[in-house]
């Protein structure tokens, strides 16, 4: 009876190794090797060359003037934004260097000094040269907004951002406004 | 002839090496940090690195947005459980900074999905159902321009946990090794007490 119980307890031991021997098998896993790009921002650049910007600036108007010529200071004042049916030229490009298209969305600061009235923007492909009106709602006030221009750019391509401000009432002011580009995966 | 020729070629082989003027931004390991699951009460922390890929340095800053759409519920804004540290940056080129965003899910947060309206708002073409997003913008240092990407963030808030749930899943998973353990210890128990019967009947 013993020798019985002892073969019992033997063949349920070997029994259980088996089934540990198994689970350790059955747990090894297949390597798999995978990478992916890092997302990277729309980069703001000049009308013509890659070179980043860090500034936008709408020379001077009379109050209530709309200010349709501003510059960035890689091209500088030389080389204003031009509005035209036929060979409009944008103020700054947006590129996408990221590995996915991206969404863009465009913020303003409030504008200082209550110096503006409102702002509109154009987000067009660079190949359209064709902008002569600006009139996309960035901001109604002057103050601070967020825009989804729902406007797509897909990799590696690039897009024509034109702005146009409107000068409020006030004479003899200067302000201020951070302009940012965001993107999101869409 | 021969002159011009090498003349040329060497123009054409100089410009391989024109370094070429590719203007980049800033990088981010994370496109989005939806489904987060934590409990209420807890605090859920993430790691996001950015890298400065732009020749020159830029300074720029985090912070929450909530894109408000008609008709959303309380579930949608969760811009206040949200911190980032530091929030604050400048970066150079080649540069990896790493930031940690923490989202405190507040003690009477109910169980479901909060910050987004669809598990799936990760996903591209999915971006109508994302709500909550951190972002990070920034400038070169002193401009007043700046490029900065969104960042969804969606939590999975979860039923409190049952103190057991270790132990079940442990028992679920070795199920067959834990019952033949048991019949081998009855067995050995067993033979065990008929030995010391005899031992005492001797």
């Given amino acids: ?186 | 002839m021969y002159c011009k020729s090498t003349i040329l070629f060497a123009l054409l082989l100089g410009l391989l090496f024109i370094p070429g003027s590719t203007a980049l931004a800033t990088a981010v390991d994370r496109n989005s940090l939806c489904n987060l699951e934590g409990y209420p009460g807890k605090t859920i922390s993430a790691e996001i690195t950015l890298e400065g890929t732009d020749p020159e340095e830029r300074a720029g800053f985090w912070y929450t947005y909530y894109k408000e759409v008609e008709g959303d519920d309380d579930r949608m804004d969760i811009t206040s459980w949200i911190t980032i540290e530091p929030k604050d940056y400048t970066i150079k080129q080649e540069e990896i900074k790493a930031f940690t965003v923490k989202v405190k899910i507040p003690g009477d947060a109910r169980q479901g999905l909060w910050g987004a309206t669809s598990e799936e708002a990760a996903k591209e073409g999915h971006s109508a159902e994302r709500r909550t997003y951190i972002v990070f913008k920034d400038a070169i240092t002193g401009g007043n321009v700046y490029s900065g990407l969104l960042i969804p963030v969606s939590v999975k808030v979860l039923a409190s946990p049952n103190p057991l749930a270790p132990v079940i899943n442990f028992v679920k998973q070795n199920i067959m090794t834990i019952a033949l353990s048991i019949v081998i210890i009855v067995l050995l128990v067993a033979l065990l007490v008929k030995r010391r019967k005899q031992v005492g009947k001797g």
Avoid: C, H
């Avoid at chain 1, 209530?64 to 031009?82: L, W």
């Avoid at chain 1, 863009?104 to 409102?118: C, F, M, Q």
């Fill in chain 1, 1 to 186: 009876m013993e020798k019985k119980i002892l073969f019992l307890v033997g063949v349920l031991v070997l029994a259980a190794t088996l089934i540990v021997s198994v689970t350790v098998l059955a747990s090894n896993e297949a390597t798999q090797s995978a990478s992916s790009a890092k997302a990277t921002t729309v980069t703001v650049v000049g009308k013509v060359a890659d070179t980043a910007i860090a500034t936008i600036t709408f020379p001077e108007g009379a109050p209530s003037a709309t200010v349709s010529v501003p510059y960035n200071d890689v091209d500088t004042s030389s080389d204003p934004q031009s509005l035209d049916t036929t060979a409009s030229e944008p103020v700054v490009r947006l590129k996408n260097t990221s590995a996915g298209t991206l969404k863009v969305w465009l913020e303003i600061t409030t504008w200082a000094n209550g110096v503006a009235a409102s702002e509109d923007y154009e987000l067009v492909v660079t190949t359209d040269t064709t902008v002569a009106v600006v009139d996309n709602v960035l901001s109604s006030n002057g103050n601070a907004a967020s825009v989804d221009t729902t406007v797509q750019i897909p990799t590696t391509e690039y897009r024509a951002l034109y702005l146009e401000l409107v000068l409020s009432s006030l004479a003899g002011k200067t302000g201020t406004s951070t302009l940012t580009v965001l993107g999101e995966t869409p």
